[in-house]
Each structure stands twice: as C-alpha cells, then as structure tokens.
C-alpha cells in the first residue's frame, strides 16, 4: 500500500469513527486545512477519504461549499431501518436454510457469555459486528451481503444513540441470541420474525432519542 493511500485508509477510518461516535455531530464543518492538520494527512488523502464518505452518505457537500457531516432526521431513520428490515429478514432465511448457518452457534455462545458478564456497549457493538459479518457469509449471497455492509455503515451512528441504555444494549443481545439460535435450527421464518420485532424496538429508541437530541445541525463544530 502506498503512502497516500495509507493516509487516506487512516483519514477515514479516523472520520468514520467520529462520525459514528457523535465526535462530529451532524451538519459539523469538515474544512480541509483543519481537518489535514488534525490528521496529519496531506489535502489529496484528505479529500478521497471525504469523496468515500460522501458516497456512503455520511458525508454531504454542495458546490463551492465545505463538506458537512450528513444530516440525520427521523424520516431517514425510518427508511433506513426499513431496509435493513427487508434485507435482514430475506438474508436470515437464506442463512437458515444453507450450509452455514452452524456459523451463528459460536455467536450464540459469545452473546451467552456476554450476557452473563453484563457486558458493556463496546463489547455490544463488537458481538454486533460479528453478527452482522456471520449474516453476510451465511447468506451466501455476496450481492446481498454488499447492501447490506453498505446500509449498516450508513446505520452505526444510529445504533449509538442507545450507548448510554444499558436496558436497551442487554435486551438488544437477548434478542440476538434467539435469532441465531433459530437460524441454527433452519427457522428461517422464525429468525425473520424476530429480527423484525428486534429491529422496531430499535427504531423506537432511535426516534426518541433524535427527538430529544437532535436539535439541528451544528455550524462550523470545533474538530475533537
């Protein structure tokens, strides 16, 4: 890998998890001089990790303007988890009914024991991604399996809206251990139905706490 690109890979990765984390709150100005020096990356790295946020909807820039962190509203939660809700069911039915729907015992088992030891949202968001990563390969559909990465990037800043909802992050895992173990024992219908009761209860959260946080977009956000 190159130096630039190895700049560009760190620039966004850097973004992604302050943008995710709420670091960079939506409607932050993302000026390029302070953003380069803030990453000690040069302007042309700086720009392709932007132009890829852009294309994953993170990142908004109108012409001759400085590029924003994307607004989020409730109807943009509402579309997006209604998607995920279509993919996720028709993904966990093919999961349920091929050969590698075994992958989700072992997720069972370290949600299990996550659940006992209370884990705490870190290590949530962990067991979340390696659901999610268990969901793309056992579809064994990579199309599928691309829409749905995609959308999930798009979805990780929403998901931490519930951090600070412990009730909420345990229930989340509890709901993921029956999933899987449905999926193991081919319920893909089951698994489906589930997911979807999962993910509205989800939605529910997200929608009150955009209601009660989100108060509009930030001009011109000091970088952390």
Not at 62 to 86: C, D, F, M, N
Not at 114 to 129: D, F, H, I, M, V
Not at 137 to 157: D, F, G, H, S, Y
């Amino acid at each position: 890998m190159t130096r630039d690109r190895e700049q560009t890979e760190s620039a966004y990765r850097r973004l992604r998890t302050w943008i995710d984390e709420w670091t960079l709150e939506p409607g932050a100005v993302l000026g390029e001089v302070d953003l380069a020096a803030r990453l000690t990356v040069s302007r042309t790295p700086l720009r392709e990790a932007l132009a890829r946020l852009r294309r994953e909807g993170l990142v908004e820039q109108a012409p001759g303007r400085s590029a924003v962190v994307a607004p989020v509203s409730i109807e943009t939660a509402v579309h997006l988890y209604q998607a995920r809700e279509a993919l996720e069911s028709y993904a966990l039915a093919l999961a349920a009914r091929g050969p590698t729907g075994h992958l989700f015992a072992s997720i069972a088992e370290e949600l299990d024991l996550a659940l006992a030891a209370s884990a705490g949202p870190e290590r949530a968001y962990e067991l979340t991604t390696s659901f999610d990563a268990a969901l793309g390969k056992a579809c064994q559909n990579p199309i599928l399996a691309t829409m749905l990465e995609e959308l999930n990037v798009r979805l990780a800043r929403l998901r931490r809206l519930s951090h600070d909802k412990p009730d909420r992050i345990r229930r989340a895992l509890e709901q993921r251990v029956t999933i899987a173990r449905a999926v193991v024992a081919g319920n893909g219908d089951l698994a489906a139905t589930l997911n979807s009761a999962r993910l509205r209860e989800s939605l529910e959260v997200v929608v009150d706490a955009l209601t009660n946080t989100l108060l509009g977009p930030v001009v011109d956000q000091p970088l952390p």
